[in-house]
């Protein structure tokens, strides 16, 4: 088990998946340590401008506020309910939510410290590496989609083959 120290806060990195717990996730590791580091390179660049990082960068400072909070309520959410979750899809979902909102954060922040002619580049990155996690849920939840469609499928099959055999039973007399 490792604990970061990160403004005073001891934050625990355990990655053990317990049965009553919510699965751990190297994105907490990343914001973790990325985040502040981030954080203190931002307030270097900044500390000799006359306009602060919020004035500067406006619209990304609201994209890495929003997705922090996103990421807290999925996380959030993740961590209350795994325990009763009873769907796959639903649980694949918040954990894409998880790792998306993440990333994009730390893009969003990281991004602030490279000229303007560089963000594209860097959220062109962020945006292909997103895009192997969100294969995964569609091929996850295609799988879903499909297991629901061949078990009703099976279902009326048996049904008209039920039907069929009672209609086509001879009669016996009496």
Known sequence: MSTSNVNGLGINLHYQHHHNSAPSYPILALLTFILPVLLVLIYFKFQNE????????????KVVVANL???????????????CCPSTTCAAFLRTTILFCGSLSVASVASILFPDAWRPLIYLIYALLSLANLHG??????????????????????????????????????
């Open 50 to 61: 006359s306009t602060s990082v919020f004035q500067a960068h406006p619209i990304t400072i």
């Open 69 to 83: 909070l996103a990421f807290a309520l999925a996380f959030g959410i993740e961590f209350t309910f795994h325990p």
């Open 137 to 174: 849920l569609v091929r996850e939840w295609c799988g879903w989609v499909h297991h629901g469609l061949m078990e009703k499928l099976q279902a009326v099959c048996t049904g008209i083959q039920q039907w069929y055999v009672r209609r086509s039973a001879p009669l016996l007399p009496l």
